[in-house]
């Protein structure tokens, strides 16, 4: 099984070789290119384009590379690091290239630090601004941005804007998470919402329903993933309720997207509402109130409501339910390639050969389905399997145990298995991240982080976080201090800050830990432009203030309404919603 990949940096002269024959003349010394870099590992090239793309060595949209410069060699799974880009997406976004200070070179240099520990050399990621200030550089601008657009256009972004992690997860924060409150997806019949194939389908929809409401979504956008099991189970309520009332959804990036471009849609989730073919009413956003009174309103115009809609109940907050706290869980998703990985050290690793697997080896048919079916026994011999395995495993063996091992957590009867046999292991376990640290390979602290947040989620589990308390606040504290470059982690770690914000109480937390994890969370606010760490920082916020007078003018004189202030306008929704609600928290008070 292979454990170490090289990363090569692969670079591009944008000036086509004017600057080398040019630059000696106009600007008195030798230049020999202007530079445009991209990072090759996993055999593939990853670079800057209209976003943060991807695609084979060579064959991108910048031609052949006139040096490739071997950078070292990393250790760290290419999942983890598609986890890594996922983070740093919102900052690497067509809109906010900047040829000067945010460009295809600080893209590779943050993976080069993510992936070795050291950037790429330094007369690469200095050279734009130095050149460009010449008169030759001055001259050649027009000709560089044209080449850019020209290249960014023919890209294909990984991630589009605001897809930050937590898109397949499938607990989302405040009223909306399944098995959670608000409206709840488990019976929700997939036929009650059809999906649209073409634009052909839409029309015969629109001259063969009186009314109808149409969701425009992308599998990519937090928010639209947010709201769709509330739309699914709000269709399959009415459709009892006024059965001549009928509900789609329009993929954005699928087959029927000519309807989305037909009705100009700009910004999603957008909803729209039509009577007798003709559009009645629409709104974008995630707002599941909105989107209730909307259905409520096209039911009712029809005129064959059978039975009286739900009262929407009025409250001051957007998205936060005070009456009904909810924690996060990172999900059970994709676990094919730890299972894949562990099949391969079954096969390789001589420790594990003389064990007997038939617990993995039936869970590993169909990971998904046995999550769910497997008799709490069962899950309790797979739990066992893997803990017991780490004690034997080489160390460059134990990455894709560790992440199995955080994906079973998400399920309530591993975590309280887990939490019933494995005190010792849990705690032998944060104590090895503590004390060694930088002997614990990256990913599995990653990991860990997850696995902790987990944890929060049940009666049983966070009592193994209030016996570790002191090294967990170690853990947490160190990773927002002193990795708060580390913007896979930081993702990880701002849940478990969310879920003790959320379990505070159960976990008696002093006065001065609350006061010390108020003044992490507002530096984060101050200087974090990441917006998953922003969006799981202001719900802390949320959590830690609502309710206390006291903790809200301790986030007061930290500037927090200042920081919040700033979100209220963030053009992701998530993050703009959030912030409406500490806004209000730390202005109202406890009234």
């Given amino acids: 099984?292979?454990?170490?990949?090289?990363?090569?940096?692969?670079?591009?002269?944008?000036?086509?070789?004017?600057?080398?024959?040019?630059?000696?003349?106009?600007?008195?010394?030798?230049?020999?290119?202007?530079?445009?870099?991209?990072?090759?590992?996993?055999?593939?090239?990853?670079?800057?384009?209209?976003?943060?793309?991807?695609?084979?060595?060579?064959?991108?949209?910048?031609?052949?590379?006139?040096?490739?410069?071997?950078?070292?060699?990393?250790?760290?799974?290419?999942?983890?690091?598609?986890?890594?880009?996922?983070?740093?997406?919102?900052?690497?976004?067509?809109?906010?290239?900047?040829?000067?200070?945010?460009?295809?070179?600080?893209?590779?240099?943050?993976?080069?630090?993510?992936?070795?520990?050291?950037?790429?050399?330094?007369?690469?990621?200095?050279?734009?601004?130095?050149?460009?200030?010449?008169?030759?550089?001055?001259?050649?601008?027009?000709?560089?941005?044209?080449?850019?657009?020209?290249?960014?256009?023919?890209?294909?972004?990984?991630?589009?804007?605001?897809?930050?992690?937590?898109?397949?997860?499938?607990?989302?924060?405040?009223?909306?998470?399944?098995?959670?409150?608000?409206?709840?997806?488990?019976?929700?019949?997939?036929?009650?919402?059809?999906?649209?194939?073409?634009?052909?389908?839409?029309?015969?929809?629109?001259?063969?329903?009186?009314?109808?409401?149409?969701?425009?979504?992308?599998?990519?956008?937090?928010?639209?993933?947010?709201?769709?099991?509330?739309?699914?189970?709000?269709?399959?309520?009415?459709?009892?309720?006024?059965?001549?009332?009928?509900?789609?959804?329009?993929?954005?990036?699928?087959?029927?997207?000519?309807?989305?471009?037909?009705?100009?849609?700009?910004?999603?989730?957008?909803?729209?509402?039509?009577?007798?073919?003709?559009?009645?009413?629409?709104?974008?956003?995630?707002?599941?109130?909105?989107?209730?009174?909307m259905i409520d309103l096209m039911a009712n115009k029809i005129g064959t409501v059978s039975a009286p809609a739900p009262v929407i109940q009025s409250s001051p907050f957007k998205v936060f339910n005070p009456s009904k706290r909810e924690l996060y869980v990172f999900p059970f998703d994709k676990p094919d390639n730890a299972i894949n990985k562990i099949k391969t050290a079954i096969e390789t690793v001589p420790a594990l050969k003389v064990k007997d697997h038939t617990i993995f080896e039936a869970f590993a048919a169909n990971p998904a389905e046995n999550l769910k079916n497997f008799p709490g026994p069962n899950k309790g011999a797979l739990v066992r399997w893997l803990v017991e395995n780490l004690d034997v495993l080489p160390k460059e063996d134990m990455i894709p145990f560790y992440d199995l091992w955080r994906l079973l957590l998400a399920d309530e009867a591993c975590r309280k298995f887990y939490a019933k046999d494995f005190a010792e292991h849990f705690a032998s376990l944060l104590k090895n991240i503590e004390e060694r640290e930088i002997e614990v390979a990256r990913s599995n602290r990653v990991f860990t982080y997850r696995a902790i947040a987990n944890l929060f989620s049940s009666p049983e589990s966070l009592t193994l976080i209030k016996t570790n308390w002191a090294v967990v606040h170690s853990i947490v504290e160190r990773c927002l201090t002193k990795h708060s470059d580390d913007k896979t982690a930081l993702a990880s770690i701002i849940w478990v800050v969310y879920n003790v914000a959320a379990t505070r109480k159960e976990l008696e937390l002093s006065q001065e830990h609350t006061a010390r994890y108020l003044e992490l969370v507002c530096g984060l606010l101050e200087r974090e432009k990441d917006e998953r760490v922003i969006h799981g920082a202001i719900l802390s916020l949320i959590y830690f203030t609502h309710g206390n007078n006291d903790n809200i003018t301790s986030a007061k004189s930290r500037s927090a309404h200042e920081h919040i202030a700033r979100f209220r306008s963030a053009v992701d929704e998530s993050v703009r919603l959030a912030a409406e609600d500490a806004h209000y928290i730390l202005t109202q008070g406890t009234n």
């Fill in 1 to 293: 099984m292979q454990t170490s990949w090289p990363v090569t940096l692969f670079i591009y002269d944008l000036s086509q070789g004017m600057a080398r024959q040019m630059s000696r003349q106009l600007v008195g010394r030798q230049i020999d290119g202007i530079w445009h870099t991209g990072v090759v590992v996993y055999g593939v090239e990853y670079y800057y384009g209209g976003g943060i793309c991807s695609g084979a060595p060579k064959q991108t949209p910048y031609g052949y590379p006139v040096q490739e410069i071997p950078l070292g060699t990393t250790e760290i799974p290419q999942e983890i690091f598609i986890d890594f880009l996922r983070d740093i997406s919102p900052n690497f976004t067509m809109d906010k290239y900047d040829l000067f200070s945010n460009n295809c070179n600080n893209f590779s240099d943050e993976c080069s630090k993510f992936l070795l520990g050291h950037g790429i050399p330094s007369h690469i990621t200095g050279l734009p601004q130095e050149f460009l200030q010449t008169p030759l550089g001055r001259m050649l601008k027009p000709m560089f941005d044209g080449m850019k657009n020209q290249m960014m256009q023919n890209s294909n972004p990984m991630f589009l804007p605001g897809a930050f992690e937590g898109q397949s997860n499938s607990q989302t924060m405040f009223g909306q998470s399944p098995g959670q409150g608000g409206v709840q997806a488990g019976g929700a019949s997939q036929e009650a919402v059809v999906e649209v194939t073409s634009f052909e389908h839409f029309v015969e929809a629109m001259s063969a329903d009186e009314g109808f409401i149409v969701d425009f979504y992308s599998y990519t956008c937090p928010p639209c993933m947010r709201i769709k099991p509330i739309y699914e189970q709000l269709a399959s309520r009415y459709r009892s309720i006024c059965p001549k009332l009928r509900f789609y959804k329009v993929n954005t990036q699928g087959p029927a997207r000519e309807v989305a471009q037909q009705f100009e849609i700009t910004s999603i989730p957008t909803f729209m509402s039509f009577y007798k073919g003709e559009m009645f009413e629409k709104f974008a956003g995630a707002d599941n109130r909105r989107l209730e009174s």
